[in-house]
Every structure is written in C-alpha cells, then in structure tokens.
C-alpha cells in the first residue's frame, strides 16, 4: 500500500463536499509531477485531503477506489489523467499545516518541500503521524 496527499482549495471543492458526493474522479492535475504520482495510485491506497489556500489543514482521510484513467476535464488524446477517490473518514481534529511544520518528525514531509503540487507522495510513517495528530 501507499500513501498520498491531495489538495484542494475548501472554496473550490471541499472535504464536505466530497462526503456528499460519495468521491469523486480526482481532475483537472496539470502538473507532470503530479501527473506522474496519480499514475502511481493503487486501489486501497490511502490518501490524505488537504484543505489548501485559506484553511491549510489536513481534514479526512480518503482511499483511491480506481487507478488513473484519461482525465475526463482534459482534451481528448492528453497526457493528463484522474484517479477516482472515496471519502473513509473525517478526522477527529484537522491537523493545520503550522502544527505540521512545528513537528520536526515531518521536516522532510513533501508537502513542506514541494508546497505548490497538489498530489503528493507520503511515507507511511508520516501518513500515521498526520493521523494520529488529527486524533485517529
């Protein structure tokens, strides 16, 4: 299994939304980087949504239902693609990103490295560190 984290602005589409839509088709990555660790999801892996923009926080925790598959938003024949996620559960507390810079044992975190791509690989201890600091 993997872990990633996705990012998306509450305003654009938000972790609430995502609940009352069941998932969604992840879309609209345009970014190679990014491109290339969508292609990389599995189902089952596990991945972390993050409120970007005004809230920076981690609030739930999602599965990767689908790998990737053409980018439904994208010009057909495209290199962009989209992988279909699923809610599993909010989390207890959102772990905003200055508690996640504050934690040295996330120095290294891609989310602090690489803060402007939106799909991000994570270790799994790091992904268990996000989860129990929002309290699961």
């Known amino acids: 299994m993997n872990y990633w984290l996705v990012k998306s602005e509450a305003e654009a589409y938000s972790w609430a939304q995502f609940l ?62 989209a992988v279909a996620l699923r809610p599993v559960q909010a989390l207890p507390r959102p772990v905003p990103l200055a508690a996640i810079k504050a934690d040295e044992r996330l120095a290294d975190l891609a989310l602090l490295r690489q803060s402007r791509l939106s799909v991000l690989p994570l270790r799994p201890d790091e992904f268990a560190l996000i989860a129990q600091l929002g309290g699961l």
């Open 20 to 81: 009352a839509d069941d998932g969604t088709d992840w879309t609209g990555v345009r970014n190679y980087q990014a491109r290339n660790n969508l292609n990389a999801m599995r189902p089952g892996d596990q991945v972390l949504f993050y409120h970007s923009m005004t809230e920076k926080a981690v609030v739930g925790v999602a599965e990767v239902a689908a790998p990737a598959a053409p980018d439904a938003t994208a010009e057909a024949g495209s290199p962009w693609v």
